[in-house]
């Protein structure tokens, strides 16, 4: 099985990010795995790095995707990177924003960032989009035709945020994936 690594570019150390399936040989698989076990694993094979561009830069995450968009996110931050950053992270319920402290984090350390959330099943009081990604990037679009997009998660919200960006005119070279499910 393909995993995502969430750990920074050029760390001595392969970071991952995965949800536990019951019953899934590969989730089984490593959930079965003890601290100082030996493992064999070939990587890294996606094109999800960030492009030497001075555009600005959106990552979009669904689930689990928030691995590859974490593992960008911290190279933008250990980089100062100045460019303006918009992180939009969507899930089913907040138990479901694995990482959202680390994110909200990272983000403040960038001097242009923003980050927003979207919960298709709000809890009360929650202040973010209640809804898809798709929700949360509709009104930022405008403003950011000529960003670099970055997308990871399960392919029906990659397939979905795709299709929006190309409707409202991005180009494809400017549109990175990793679409798992």
Request: hydrophobic share 45%; net charge negative; aromatic share 8%.
């Amino acid at each position: 099985r393909c995993y995502s690594m969430s750990n920074r570019p050029g760390t001595a150390t392969a970071e991952f990010i995965m949800k536990r399936y019951d019953g899934k040989a590969g989730s089984e698989t490593v959930s079965a795995l003890s601290p100082g076990d030996d493992v064999v694993i070939e990587m890294p094979f996606g094109e999800m790095w960030l492009q030497d561009t001075d555009a600005p830069v959106v990552l979009v995450a669904g689930g689990t995707g928030i691995a590859p968009i974490l593992s960008l996110l911290h190279q933008l931050a250990a980089d100062r990177d100045p460019r303006p950053v918009r992180v939009v992270y969507g899930a089913n319920v907040f138990d479901e924003l694995v990482c959202w402290d680390d994110l909200a984090s990272l983000a403040g350390e960038l001097p242009n960032s923003a980050l927003l959330g979207a919960l298709a099943r709000p809890h009360p009081g929650w202040e973010g989009v209640e809804g898809l990604v798709t929700h949360a990037l509709e009104p930022m679009l405008g403003d950011l035709g000529n960003a670099d997009f970055y997308i990871a998660g399960p392919p029906v919200m990659t397939n979905a945020v795709r299709a929006q960006l190309s409707e409202a005119g991005v180009q494809l070279d400017r549109i990175r994936y990793d679409s798992f499910g």
